[in-house]
Antibody, heavy 120, light 110 residues
Framework: QVQLVQSGAEVKKPGASVKVSCKASGYNLSSYGITWVRQAPGQGLEWMGWITTYNVNTNYAQNLQGRVTMATDSSSSTAYMELRSLRSDDTAVYYC??????????????WGQGTMVTVS | QSVLTQPPSASGTPGQRVTISCSGSRSNIGSNTVIWYQQLPGTTPKLLIYSTNQRPSGVPDRFSGSKSGTSASLAISGLQSEDEADYYCAAWDDTLHAVVFGGGTKLTVL
């Protein structure tokens, strides 16, 4: 069964960092990209960026440049997203999703269950 | 303020056909394919439409997508109560070098 399983909820102080993990199973993580999308409480979806196959390239949303890092560890089939200098408006559910499947380079076909990050 | 513009809400009665619009610009919808996601209450987003008008396996053919110029639409025919959800459009933006989302449309089945 193809799935992405994310790490648990986090509560952080302003200025701290958070690292969310996303473990892939049922497929080869290295064969696809991973994107990260966040959703503030009661709000819409916001694309944060993605990391392409074999860590060849990362592309981050302009508003997060300098604060976010995405990486993958093929040995553990796990993707990571670290967000630094946290602010209250970073409070959101953070999703990882698979990208680059047969549905196209920009379609996110498998999603993790989400990780709630609270900054307070 | 989302780059792609969607109406905040839409509604219909069971069996009806409803459409949800998504307005963008030349750098996103005008140049690239459109993706639609469905997010049922309290759940993770689900890929609904890709490449503007294609359905992943398992998505009923009641859902269809289209595009004209810099606007796209999601149509749902034979509306069912389980279609009540938030719907998001998305596309790659050539100027921003980013995936951009619409603000989402909350569909209510009356």
């Amino acid at each position: 069964q193809v799935q992405l399983v994310q790490s648990g909820a986090e509560v952080k102080k302003p200025g701290a960092s958070v690292k969310v993990s996303c473990k892939a199973s049922g497929y080869n993580l290295s064969s696809y990209g991973i994107t990260w999308v966040r959703q503030a409480p009661g709000q819409g979806l916001e694309w944060m960026g993605w990391i392409t196959t074999y860590n060849v390239n990362t592309n981050y949303a302009q508003n997060l440049q300098g604060r976010v890092t995405m990486a993958t560890d093929s040995s553990s089939s796990t993707a990571y997203m670290e967000l630094r200098s946290l602010r209250s408006d970073d409070t959101a559910v953070y999703y990882c999703a698979r990208v680059g499947s047969k549905y196209g380079a920009d379609a996110f076909d498998i999603w993790g269950q989400g990780t709630m990050v609270t900054v307070s | 303020q989302s780059v792609l513009t969607q109406p905040p809400s839409a509604s219909g009665t069971p069996g009806q056909r409803v459409t949800i619009s998504c307005s963008g610009s030349r750098s996103n919808i005008g140049s690239n394919t459109v993706i639609w996601y469905q997010q049922l209450p309290g759940t993770t987003p689900k890929l609904l439409i890709y490449s503007t008008n294609q359905r992943p396996s398992g998505v009923p053919d009641r859902f269809s997508g289209s595009k004209s110029g810099t606007s796209a639409s999601l149509a749902i025919s034979g509306l069912q109560s389980e279609d009540e959800a938030d719907y998001y459009c998305a596309a790659w933006d050539d100027t921003l070098h980013a995936v951009v989302f619409g603000g989402g449309t909350k569909l209510t089945v009356l």
